[in-house]
């Protein structure tokens, strides 16, 4: 039964069966370049080209775009194929570009011999010069017209490193007066004296994206190539391409184009993500500040929250950016689900149950998720002192503040209903301590009358000589404009947020002694929290993930 409605991708290839494609001719790829690690945009493509897989049970290839070894680096690859995988897809195959460095080459060659292609030896100045503008022809090179016999020369000396950088080009001989800028002989060979993380120095031309891509889509027989909006005018030369060579046999691969998605109070782009790593701005493209999906997963969301958001956002043809709230909103949705609830104080201050015996403690029941019965309960200790959190005690307050003040009363989850007498305080007038008294009949869930009494507020708490000692950390917004990336006149360094991440020390249950990496837990009324990859067995560090919704009263 059809839940959700057709994008308009899955409309194209819907139509695509109905005038003559087979189930078995579908075919798509992820195809991200090895130059950085993948972030929420690419969540985006990686939910599209997968969950077409899935939905017409079709291959779905993992499309190493590596043909610029100046920027592409094996440490990509691999947490790349990471990332999808802790996503949830599984690839059909493993393919990379420079796979087809010799197949591409040849069929260059055969460019050359039809007169579709040249060598060019002006300086890239000269070809831009030429290039003219979109309402202006562009002149055409002195070069275009050298003989077929020169060009396979020159081309194959080229390949042999007869040539130093920049001295020559080889470029397809389409159209100079085209109104699309892309179609005036684009380039499609370069010099690169840089070894390959694959092909090593076996090569030293390496083909351009336009020339790679859509081969590459034919070799794999890619049935649709799936790219973003700024490819569309890519399309014709796309097109001119396969023209050239396409067997008429084989399944034609069709580009569509969909938009890029931006997320607010960030970038998504490798080139400035990995500035922020090399000026330090971060400590590395998984800090859990970083809109990557390493960073992501490290702050403790979850795949499914990912792939919520990705398919809540949908897909569209026009460019927009989409508030960080709402991915927000979907980690918080699943870890209310998942998380146990346990109980931190992160601004600690110290109460005394002046009528709780000394030395004496007592472990209480405590349910580890109120939204399911099977996730079961754990025991806490309460004892005479405790801490609660700074913000949950007034001396002074109005009817609304459902905290602690003096003279009134509270819950504290789980245990006892509690009084506020006194309070100690220093010469500046900070409170340092709350004396209390505690009604010992008011036990949570021990079905007394006074059990049962009705009191405003309910507040977390740890007893401090059983509290675990942790390093908290907690991260606000990366920049402090909604989008630094947006603006003329200023670069999107000038909005880093300097007081981004805040290290605190957090007192918590003893429950979360044993916490391992990647466990996640609401700390009531606090938000939600993991074990970072830095918490070792002596000194546990937690990254809250997310605040709760502020639906508790404040
Ligand atoms: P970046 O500027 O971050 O390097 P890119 O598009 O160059 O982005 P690729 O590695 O080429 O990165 O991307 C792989 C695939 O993911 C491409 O199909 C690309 O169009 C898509 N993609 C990249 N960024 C986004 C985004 N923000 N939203 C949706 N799709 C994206
Ligand atoms: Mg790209
Ligand atoms: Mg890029």
Redesign the pocket.
């Known amino acids: 039964e059809e839940v959700k409605s057709l994008n308009f991708i899955e409309h194209i290839v819907e139509e695509d069966l109905a005038n003559g494609y087979g189930q078995q001719d579908l075919r798509f790829r ?7 690690y ?5 969540a ?3 939910c ?1 080209n997968f969950g077409l897989g899935l939905r017409y049970n079709a291959p779905v290839n993992l499309r190493f ?1 590596d043909t610029n070894p100046a920027k592409e680096e094996k440490e990509y690859v691999d947490a790349i194929k990471k990332d999808v995988k802790w996503l949830g897809y599984e690839w059909d195959t493993e393919r990379y570009a420079s796979d087809y460095f010799q197949q591409l080459y040849d069929w260059a060659v055969e460019l050359i011999k039809q007169g579709k292609a040249y060598v060019d030896s002006q300086s890239s100045e000269e070809m831009a010069e030429q290039k003219g503008t979109p309402t202006e022809s562009g002149k055409e090179s002195p070069f275009r017209n050298r003989s077929i016999e020169e060009n396979l020369s020159l081309f194959e000396r080229m390949k042999n490193g007869e040539f130093e950088e920049g001295k020559h080009v080889l470029r397809a001989k389409i159209d100079m007066t085209s109104p699309n800028m892309l179609m005036r002989d684009p380039i499609m060979y370069r010099v690169l004296h840089k070894a390959h993380h694959r092909t090593n120095t076996d090569w030293c031309i390496y083909p351009m994206y336009d020339w790679t891509h859509g081969e590459s889509d034919y070799i794999e027989q890619v049935s649709h190539s ?3 909006l700024e ?1 569309l005018p890519h399309r014709e030369l796309y097109n001119w391409f396969l023209d050239q060579l396409v067997d008429t046999e084989k399944l034609r691969p069709k580009q569509r184009e ?5 997320l607010s109070h960030t970038v ?6 990995l500035q922020l790593v090399e000026q330090s701005v971060v400590d590395s493209w998984d800090d859990p500040r970083m809109p990557t999906i390493s960073g992501l997963r490290r702050r403790g969301y979850t795949p499914e929250s990912i792939r919520n958001f990705a398919e809540t956002i949908g897909i569209a043809k026009r460019e927009n950016i989409v508030d960080v709230s709402l991915l927000e909103f979907h980690v918080r949705e699943h870890l209310n689900k998942i998380a146990p609830r346990v109980m931190a104080v992160l601004n600690p201050l110290k109460v005394v149950i002046t009528n709780y015996e000394e030395g004496k403690e007592e472990w209480l029941e405590a349910e580890n998720n109120p939204g399911d019965e099977s996730d079961g309960s754990r025991q806490v200790p309460f004892s005479r002192e405790l801490f609660i959190e700074q913000e949950d005690f007034r001396e002074e307050a109005n009817r609304k503040f459902f905290r602690l003040k003096l003279g009134g009363e509270v819950r504290l989850k789980n245990g006892y209903i509690i009084k506020a007498e006194s309070c100690t305080k220093d010469t500046d007038g900070n409170i340092l301590e709350v004396q209390c008294t505690y009604d010992p009949k008011s036990k949570s869930g021990s079905g007394t009358e006074e059990s049962l009494r009705k009191v405003k507020g309910t507040l977390h708490w740890v007893s401090i000589a059983h509290a675990v000692k942790a390093e908290v950390r907690l991260y606000d917004r990366l920049f402090n404009d909604e989008n630094p990336d947006g603006h003329k006149d200023k670069d999107f360094m000038e909005f880093v947020n300097p007081d981004s991440l805040k290290k605190i020390t957090g007192y918590l249950e003893p429950s979360l002694k044993n916490a391992k990496v990647g466990d996640r837990f609401q700390f009531q009324r606090l938000g939600y929290f993991n074990v970072d990859t830095d918490s070792t067995a002596e000194n546990l560090v937690f990254n809250r993930t997310v605040t709760l919704r502020d639906t508790w009263a404040k």
């Open positions: 992820f195809p991200p370049e090895p130059n950085g993948l972030h929420i945009g690419h985006s493509s990686i599209l775009d799936l790219c973003t490819f969909f938009a890029r998605r931006n998504v782009s490798k080139r400035k993500l």
